[in-house]
């Protein structure tokens, strides 16, 4: 079964929606098996020195960046959230408009 963020990629991608997922410390061969064997299609950045975490002030995971379509951050949220539901989808839906 897909991940969240791969349904989600899958579904909105061709309105728009830009999925990059950071993962943070996990080794290039496993996580490329565990890419592979869910067939995830969405990018992947692989942050084994956690330069990008510490960048963007990631400290907890998951944490998901909302950017609109000029690139202006509009929300942040950490931990895990249903964005598959009816209200994350309509969150999206209004951010592709």
Known sequence: MPSTIERLHQEFKDQGLVVIAINLGEE????????KSRSVTSTV??????????SYGIAYTPTVFLVDREGKLVGKAIGVRPWTGEKGRALLRLLLR
């Open 28 to 35: 290039r061969g496993l996580l490329a098996a565990w890419l």
């Open 45 to 54: 950045l692989l942050d084994t020195k956690d330069e990008v975490a510490k």
